[in-house]
T-cell receptor
Framework: AQSVAQPEDQVNVAEGNPLTVKCTYS??????LFWYVQYPNRGLQFLLK??????LVKGSYGFEAEFNKSQTSFHLKKPSALVSDSALYFC???????????????FGTGTRLAVRP | GAVVSQHPSWVICKSGTSVKIECRSL??????MFWYRQFPKQSLMLMAT?????????EQGVEKDKFLINHASLTLSTLTVTSAHPEDSSFYIC???????????FGQGTRLTVV
């Protein structure tokens, strides 16, 4: 079975400071990894994904994430946070080859990012 | 990126009535669509997976007779909440995946309130 852990319910950071939102995953095979952001009463907006290739993935709005296979992590980072980054962030994983899970995405529980001015 | 349109964005209905939510892939063929439910301040819970032209596969604990899913074409899936009750009030989100693609695209979500 595949799973995702986001150990922090909330991350607080001052505007202009770097931010990190943590994510670790578990799959039987090789993962597809995703980060999504959700604003109140809205669907999920795609931020970035890791499929293959470079471990450092750059995405929308200045976000990036690093795939670390040995630590099974895919932490989301941004060098300088903005107040407008305040939202709910979800990490998700899909096992490339796991037939039993099909094409299902498994989501973490979400991390609320609060950026103070 | 690809666009998935979900309609309506919000709906209020009376207890006992049925509500249909549509999910359309606008610029790609969605061989698989997923329906999620999200409670306040919680993660997305997968309700069911539907492949075009076949019956949906429901997750454990999801009532298939209550949440009817139809995926009759490669661009449209519908979720019908039958005989809705206040406890069905939630945020419902669909996503669509094309064959061989790594990434699923999400609709904007539907806020259902049953009064």
């Amino acid at each position: 079975a595949q799973s995702v852990a986001q150990p922090e319910d909330q991350v607080n950071v001052a505007e202009g400071n770097p931010l990190t939102v943590k994510c670790t995953y578990s799959v039987s095979g090789n993962p597809y990894l995703f980060w999504y952001v959700q604003y109140p009463n809205r669907g999920l907006q795609f931020l970035l994904k890791y499929i293959t290739g470079d471990n450092l993935v750059k995405g929308s709005y200045g976000f990036e994430a690093e795939f670390n296979k040995s630590q099974t992590s895919f932490h989301l980072k941004k060098p300088s946070a903005l107040v407008s980054d305040s939202a709910l962030y979800f990490c998700a994983v899909r096992d490339r080859a796991m037939k039993s899970s099909g094409d299902k995405l498994t989501f973490g529980t979400g991390t609320r990012l609060a950026v103070r001015p | 990126g690809a666009v998935v349109s979900q309609h309506p964005s919000w709906v209020i209905c009376k207890s006992g009535t049925s509500v249909k939510i549509e999910c359309r892939s606008l610029d790609f063929q969605a061989t698989t669509m997923f329906w999620y439910r999200q409670f306040p301040k919680q993660s997305l819970m997968l309700m069911a997976t539907s492949n075009e032209g076949s019956k949906a596969t429901y997750e454990q604990g999801v009532e298939k007779d209550k949440f009817l899913i139809n995926h009759a074409s490669l661009t449209l899936s519908t979720l019908t909440v039958t005989s809705a009750h206040p406890e069905d009030s939630s945020f419902y989100i669909c996503s669509a995946l094309s064959r061989g693609s790594a990434e699923a695209f999400f609709g904007q979500g539907t806020r259902l309130t049953v009064v």
